[in-house]
């Protein structure tokens, strides 16, 4: 949504990657990472079921974009924090969202 509802990318900030995060990396401990790079995806998913963004940009244009542009800024923070898990899937979102552009396929592909 952000690529055809927001007119140039988001600014992402310096600092995102949460402290838990940082220290459970620190500690070596790669699940509770992982654990917490998922609780943020659920967090952002949970913002669109509530915020339902796809159906506000038809009634309400400037508070979609202002949602919208917060979810890209936590899938930035998301791509920050799968560097040291999955650093090409790390790049390519973080080179999308300063592009403001969509990936031309799915990164994660879904198992049959």
Not at 29 to 49: F, M, P, S, T, Y
Not at 71 to 96: D, W
Request: aromatic residues 6%; neutral net charge.
């Amino acid at each position: 949504m952000a690529s055809t509802h927001l007119e140039e990318p988001v600014t992402v900030p310096k600092k995102s990657i949460p402290d838990d995060f940082k220290v459970a990396l620190d500690n070596f401990r790669i699940n509770e990472a992982a654990d917490i790079v998922w609780r943020h995806i659920g967090e952002l998913d949970k913002k669109i079921q509530e915020t339902e963004p796809y159906k506000l940009v038809k009634t309400d244009p400037p508070a979609a974009k202002k949602i919208i542009a917060e979810l890209t800024v936590g899938l930035y923070t998301v791509g920050r924090m799968l560097n040291p898990l999955m650093p090409e899937t790390s790049a390519t979102i973080k080179a999308l969202v300063k592009a403001n552009q969509m990936p031309e396929a799915p990164l994660f592909a879904r198992k049959d």
